[in-house]
């Protein structure tokens, strides 16, 4: 039922911005030309957020080196700096532990799309993107008795009672890595008003992501540790959307 209603608020959202133009500017021109600069954002109405335009959640921009052709950028930083302190480091009995987590990632894709004539409003296009991508992480944990330094994720500890102690599991989580790929595009943007668009994007493309083998350092009264960890990577290939409709406007 909300599809239903969105779509119809749309096309007449469409119809009335149609008539409206076309009483006031016969020859009114919606689309870009040499020289313009577009950005734009995603907007989910079956969800109601808004986010980022793509996958990758990058900011993203479109230079027109003319009418017909733009060249696209879109990039990505994020940083997570966290400090976890618990127990307590004063008397006796003291037992005071610190799990300081640290990650940064980024990531810059570039391409180019080719537009076609469509209608006055309606500007279908094609294109190509690449797209390259990184991310570190590292970890500190100091308790009473040791110091575990991790290089490329995060360790996870599991406790879990078993008899008359305490057995606990490793699992390394946000491992760090590197990331390429490339992609074909097709989508389109529809002219609400001038300098104003909505639009929607797919694409087929391949990725390969390589994870960087964890290095694990422990010291003081707990020195053992098996890294069974290794070089790992994943590929893909196949078809994606971009989630929900864009939302972009003109400079």
Excluded at 31 to 38: D, E, H, T
Excluded at 133 to 145: E, L, M
Excluded at 158 to 176: C, D, F, K, M
């Amino acid at each position: 039922m909300k599809k239903m209603l969105f779509l119809a608020a749309f096309a007449a959202a469409s119809l009335f911005a149609n008539a409206q133009d076309s009483k006031t500017n016969e020859n009114n021109d919606f689309k870009p030309s040499k020289g313009s600069f577009a950005t734009e954002l995603n907007f989910n109405p079956f969800k109601g957020n808004l986010s980022f335009n793509n996958v990758l959640n990058q900011v993203k921009g479109r230079y027109f080196v003319s009418a017909n052709l733009a060249l696209r950028l879109g990039f990505n930083v994020n940083t997570l700096d966290s400090n976890l302190n618990y127990g307590n480091p004063y008397g006796a009995q003291s037992n005071f532990s610190s799990d300081e987590r640290k990650s940064t990632s980024f990531g810059l894709n570039i391409g180019i799309e080719k537009h076609f004539k469509g209608t006055k409003r309606l500007s279908p296009y094609i294109g190509a993107d690449a797209f390259w991508g990184t991310r570190s992480a590292k970890q500190t944990i100091s308790n009473n008795g040791s110091t575990t330094n991790v290089k490329n994720g995060w360790l996870d500890v599991t406790y879990v009672q078993s008899g008359s102690g305490l057995v606990y599991t490793y699992r390394i989580s946000e491992g760090a890595y590197s990331r390429f790929g490339i992609s074909a595009v097709a989508g389109f943007d529809f002219y609400m008003a001038k300098n104003f668009f909505l639009g929607y994007e797919f694409n087929l493309g391949y990725s390969k992501t390589d994870f960087k083998s964890p290095d694990v350092t422990i010291t003081g009264q707990s020195t053992s540790f098996t890294n069974y960890y290794s070089n790992n990577s994943t590929s893909k290939f196949g078809t994606s959307l971009v989630n929900g409709i864009r939302i972009g406007y003109i400079f």
